[in-house]
Nanobody, 124 residues
Framework: QVQLVESGGGLVQTGGSLRLSCAAS????????MAWFRQAPGQEREFVAI???????TYAESSRGRFTISRDNAKNMIYLQMNSLKPEDSAVYYC??????????????????WGQGTQVTVSS
């Protein structure tokens, strides 16, 4: 198993930027597929972006062009650079991991390891 710890959340104005980080424990990090999800109050957990162990990347429509996911296997880290933030981006952002992810990569059920989340608030 792997333990995930997110950081980097905070309060930012509309149009601002934040960089989220997720630190992973374990020696098999480079074989894990990693993803970011977010959850706003009263809403379901929503897919944001995925970076596969092979390096392949997919973004949700809402984040494409504004967010960038990346990983550093040497440091067991993944990142989410968020630019041009909007109030609707406000949510708790979660880092997730899985050894094998099916075509349903956008479903939280595809991941078996989760971090505790970091709050992102975008003021209007």
């Amino acid at each position: 198993q792997v333990q995930l710890v997110e950081s980097g959340g905070g309060l930012v104005q509309t149009g601002g930027s934040l960089r989220l980080s997720c630190a992973a424990s374990g020696r098999t990090f480079n074989r894990l597929t990693m993803a970011w999800f977010r959850q706003a109050p009263g809403q379901e957990r929503e897919f944001v972006a995925i970076i596969r162990w092979s390096g392949g990347i997919t973004y949700a429509e809402s984040s494409r062009g504004r967010f960038t996911i990346s990983r550093d296997n040497a440091k067991n880290m993944i990142y989410l650079q968020m630019n041009s933030l909007k109030p609707e981006d406000s949510a708790v952002y979660y880092c997730a991991a899985a050894e094998v992810v099916s075509v349903y990569y956008y479903s939280p059920r595809s991941y078996n390891q989760w971090g505790q989340g970091t709050q992102v608030t975008v003021s209007s």
